[in-house]
């Protein structure tokens, strides 16, 4: 859509000629009142009309208005004074209601339409000029050329532009998506994991509240079991907030997963190794934000569900997919053997927002639970 701006100055422009052709061929034929003064006036007076429209255009007074320029500029090409032609006034009036029908065509119409207006005008300048004066057909043969290639470049741009703004939207809609699912995992992640902590730890309040009136050491006892508590909750708020901070800018996918490890340990106590292959970053940081969050929820469950002393973490690249693997001694899943990630998703298995990571960036994941003897994790992601 043409700016009111750009469409006004269409509008000036239309005024101004046919002011001048009025003025023209008044004083070249006389101001006696005959049809072809009433039909100059009467296209004067839809050109100041139309003036004060501009605001309210739509496609079909666009199409109306392109009638009746292209009519007018066959009229005037056949109603100019006699003698008005090569250099005359009448000949560069002609040429420049051409300029105008093609300038409005173009960037009011479809490409269809500007090389209907081409046709016609050549058309109207080849039957109503004389044979010996072709300067009228010349000019209307160039504009008409220039204008319907501007008007095929211009199709070109709004097609691409369309495209980039469903692009987009498409873009927009998975990052909110995206935004929804972060929030349900966080909230769920609070939930099962400080929210009830918190509960717990009101309900020992509680109970230690009642024991202080009839059995103090017994509430000595709960006190101690509660400190145990409060240590646990801090861990448990740390991995929290460490799963939600993101990623060092600037940093290799590498060195952010041996750093995210090393805190792991600190803050644990759980001894940690870690194995980082050559290879480079994934093209697309979203890649490389996913494989750290997948890591940084395979930490969190460890520390809060496994139990594990020792804990082994990999990445290395084969082929053209990075392999993520993750290693524990810890009490493992209620379930044993080894499964893929279809498997887990139709016997609904194994960490569900891991799963979903996965999935989303289709990779493939291995999960082999040992009972008593610790959960080894392999994710293959393509690159």
């Known amino acids: 859509m043409v700016p009111f701006r750009g469409r006004f100055s269409l509008r000036i422009a239309r005024l101004l000629l ?3 052709c009025l003025m023209g061929y008044g004083r070249a034929v006389g101001w006696r009142f005959t049809w072809v003064i009433a039909v100059l006036i009467a296209y004067l007076v839809y050109s100041v ?8 255009d739509s496609s079909s007074r666009a199409n109306l208005g392109l009638v009746i320029d292209t009519a007018y500029f066959g009229l005037w090409t056949w109603l100019a004074p006699g003698g008005w032609t090569g250099s005359t006034p009448a ?4 040429a ?4 105008y029908l093609f300038a409005s065509a173009v960037l009011l119409q479809q490409v269809s339409r500007v090389v209907m207006v081409a046709g016609i005008t050549l058309l109207d300048s080849v039957i109503l000029t004389p044979p010996e004066e072709m300067s009228l057909v010349t000019t209307m043969l160039g504009m008409g050329s220039v204008s319907i290639a501007i008007a095929l470049y211009k199709r070109y741009l709004e097609r691409r532009m369309s ?3 469903r ?22 992640d609070f939930h099962d994991g400080p929210l009830q902590s918190f509960i717990s730890f009101q309900m020992r309040l509680e109970v230690i509240k009642k024991l202080l009136a009839r059995d103090v050491e017994s509430a000595a006892g709960e006190l101690r079991q509660l ?7 801090v861990g448990e708020l740390r991995g929290f907030v460490r799963s939600m901070r993101p990623t060092d800018e600037g940093v290799s996918l590498s060195a952010s997963l041996s750093r995210m490890v090393e805190q792991f340990q600190r803050e644990t106590g759980i001894s940690c190794t870690f194995l980082a292959g050559d290879f480079y970053d994934p093209e697309e940081i979203e890649v490389s934000l996913e494989l750290l969050q997948i890591v940084r929820e395979t930490l969190t469950n460890i520390n809060k569900h496994s139990g594990a002393s020792r804990l082994a973490v990999s990445i290395v690249k084969r082929e053209q997919r990075l392999e993520i693997s993750a290693e524990d001694n810890g009490g493992g899943f209620p379930f044993s053997g080894s499964f893929n990630l279809e498997e887990l998703e139709l016997l609904r298995l194994g960490p569900v927002s891991i799963k979903r990571r996965v999935r989303m960036l289709g990779g493939e994941m291995q999960l082999e639970s040992k009972p008593g003897r610790g959960v080894s994790l392999q994710i293959r992601i393509p690159v």
Do not use: P
Request: proline share 0%; with cysteine; hydrophobic share 40%.
């Open 18 to 20: 046919a002011c001048a």
């Open 96 to 99: 420049l209601d051409g300029a």
């Open 227 to 233: 400190q145990d508590l409060c240590r646990s909750q």
């Open 163 to 165: 495209s980039t703004l």
């Open 91 to 94: 000949s560069w009036l002609s």
């Open 49 to 56: 009309g139309a003036m004060f429209e501009v605001r309210y």
């Open 167 to 188: 692009h987009n939207v498409i873009i927009r809609s998975q990052a909110q998506g995206a935004r929804e699912a972060e929030r349900e995992r966080m909230a769920h």
